[in-house]
């Protein structure tokens, strides 16, 4: 089973509100990711935790808080978005993301599809 | 000159044809490779990985890796509509956190 789940599927929010968005795997993979993709582009790394430890910032806006309560489960808290911030925003696991090992592989979750008016 | 790069397409073949999707790479210490399947709208499905210089298949699908040539292609024989889509072409930068990069995409277009 390689399921990563994400909800919700769908979130509009204005620019003033502070919402979260889920991901929880239970494949026993000890590294997290999130991701952001715009139309027709790649998805671009935003966060990476390995063994509940944020180990890569790609210099995201502090309006962008993740937090791992524990290995299974990935927050994303959203604060004071801007329109351009709507995208689809992808979570994704791996068994051993950060140690070095490369045959670690990347699982999607189906994406929350982000909306901010 | 973009670490990881594709023919961003469209690329359309007829049902029944060999679609033949291609990836180069800067990065010549790169070890490991993946193509991601992404439907409109949708998140990107694993299909392939790939490690050693050669050819892996699995089922329709058939990766191929040239490390000499830094190039990486994904051919997918009997092309179905189902199959339009497109394809991300995806190297781990393992000895930098685990992270992906990611190809631009090649969208692929079968025709009954």
């Known amino acids: 089973d390689t399921e990563v789940t994400q909800t919700p599927k769908h979130l509009v929010m204005g620019m003033t509100n502070k919402k979260s968005l889920k991901c929880e795997q239970h494949?026993?993979?000890?590294?997290m990711y999130w991701y952001k993709q715009k139309a027709k582009k790649p998805p671009e790394l935003m966060f990476v935790?390995?063994?509940?430890?944020?180990?890569i910032n790609e210099s995201v806006p502090s309006r962008f808080s993740p937090e791992c309560p524990n290995s299974s489960l990935l927050n994303l808290h959203l604060h004071a978005l801007q329109p351009e911030d709507s995208a689809l925003y992808l979570c994704?696991?791996?068994?051993?993301?950060?140690?070095?090992?490369?045959?670690?592989?990347?699982?999607f979750g189906p994406g929350t599809r982000l909306t901010v008016l | 000159q973009k670490e990881v790069e594709q023919n961003s397409g469209p690329l359309s073949v007829p049902e029944g044809a060999i679609a033949s999707l291609n990836c180069t790479y800067s990065?010549?210490?790169?070890?490991?490779f993946f193509w991601y399947r992404q439907y409109s709208g949708k998140s990107p499905e694993l299909i392939m990985f790939?490690?050693?210089?050669g050819d892996k298949e699995d089922g329709r699908f058939t990766a191929q890796l040239n490390k000499a040539s830094q190039y990486v292609s994904l051919l997918i024989r009997d092309s179905q509509p189902s199959d339009s889509a497109t394809y991300l072409c995806?190297?781990?930068?393992?000895?930098?956190?685990?992270?992906?990069?990611f190809g631009q995409g090649t969208e692929l277009s079968v025709k009954p």
């Open positions: 994704a696991s791996s068994q051993d993301g950060g140690t070095g090992m490369f045959t670690d592989t990347q699982y």
């Open positions: 494949m026993g993979h000890r590294a």
């Open positions: 935790y390995s063994y509940e430890k944020l180990s």
């Open positions: 990065d010549r210490g790169s070890q490991s």
């Open positions: 790939i490690y050693s210089n």
């Open positions: 995806a190297v781990n930068k393992y000895n930098q956190g685990g992270k992906l990069i």
